[in-house]
């Protein structure tokens, strides 16, 4: 596992590095690592979840779409009736 160093941290974001990582009970090393594994990785976990989730995805032909709104577009009308 390779060491990155990071040089020139404002005391500012030291102090709210070490405050963060302490209130996730981490070393200050921990959380700079989860918070680049969240942020560069997440893509990757994205790509995944959506191969999975893709059979649920654009199932519907054109035909289907449309008869779905016409069944729903009486949900998009306010009838005052209903308000009282």
Same mark, same amino acid.
């Given at each position: 596992?390779?060491?990155?160093?990071?040089?020139?941290?404002?005391?500012?974001?030291? #102090?709210?590095? *070490?405050? +963060?990582?302490?209130? =996730?009970?981490? !070393?200050?090393?921990?959380?700079?690592? @989860?918070?680049? $594994?969240?942020?560069?990785?997440?893509?990757? #976990?994205?790509? *995944?979840? +959506?191969?999975?989730? =893709?059979?649920? !995805?654009?199932?519907?032909?054109?035909? @289907?779409?449309? $008869?779905?709104?016409?069944?729903?577009?009486?949900?998009?009308?306010?009838?005052?009736?209903?308000? =009282?």
């Amino acid at each position: 596992m390779g060491t990155i160093s990071i040089h020139g941290i404002s005391p500012k974001m030291e #102090k709210v590095l *070490k405050d +963060k990582a302490k209130e =996730k009970h981490l !070393s200050v090393s921990g959380f700079i690592k @989860e918070i680049l $594994e969240n942020s560069l990785l997440r893509k990757k #976990k994205a790509d *995944k979840n +959506k191969k999975y989730f =893709k059979k649920f !995805s654009n199932t519907w032909t054109e035909t @289907e779409y449309q $008869e779905f709104n016409a069944a729903t577009s009486d949900f998009e009308q306010i009838h005052p009736e209903d308000l =009282k």
